[in-house]
């Protein structure tokens, strides 16, 4: 994906937030989302560790160069008037060749309603569209996140897709939501049917 493949920054500032990447600091803000159930439902797998946390974080710790199918930008999202981690966004390089990244976010419940996941995803996709030179972003997310499904709608994303009991999570059949934009319906942080003509 050579369109993609420019510095990408290290911290990124919103209205309310800053997202930067993780510190080996950051661990315990970290575990105390990813450890809980009702966050770990949605993503098919077990809640994590506090060694996972503080694992994933030192893996991630060099940033990525983001040229290749699978590299992935992670960044801690946090509060720009108090410290500490509320939440992360996730940009994965699902395709270079075809300039497709797969988008994604997890917050502490303790911030829900706060609109901070459609603020920091809105900033993350100003990235991949503005300076990562991304053609299409999708996420995938559990038909019985509604938060998520809120998120996605409200940053201007179609419904491209449902299917039906295509992930196992422990012994619930999981079914999923395939949400996309493309460059051209994204336009300075608008989605391009909420612009004026």
């Given at each position: 994906m050579s369109a993609v493949s420019q510095h990408i920054p290290t911290a990124i500032a919103t209205e309310r937030l800053v997202l930067r990447t993780f510190t080996p600091d950051d661990a315990d803000d970290r575990y105390a989302y990813q450890s809980l159930p009702e966050v770990a439902r949605y993503l098919y797998r077990p809640p994590l560790t506090r060694e996972a946390c503080a694992e994933s974080i030192a893996v991630r710790a060099g940033g990525t160069s983001w040229k290749a199918d699978g590299d992935v930008l992670l960044l801690a999202v946090c509060r720009a008037d108090e410290p500490g981690v509320v939440g992360e966004v996730v940009l994965t390089l699902s395709s270079a060749a075809a300039r497709q990244a797969e988008i994604g976010w997890i917050f502490n419940p303790r911030y829900a309603g706060q609109g901070y996941a459609s603020e920091a995803a809105r900033a993350l996709l100003s990235l991949a569209f503005d300076r990562l030179g991304?053609?299409?972003?999708?996420?995938?997310?559990?038909?019985?996140?509604?938060?998520?499904?809120?998120?996605?709608?409200?940053?201007?994303?179609?419904?491209?897709?449902?299917?039906?009991?295509n992930d196992l999570d422990g012994e619930r059949w999981g079914s999923e939501y395939v949400y996309a934009i493309l460059a051209h319906e994204w336009k300075d942080g608008t989605p391009a049917g909420d612009r004026e003509n």
């Open positions: 991304a053609h299409r972003v999708f996420a995938r997310l559990d038909v019985l996140n509604t938060a998520s499904v809120r998120v996605c709608e409200r940053l201007g994303m179609r419904r491209e897709a449902h299917l039906i009991d």
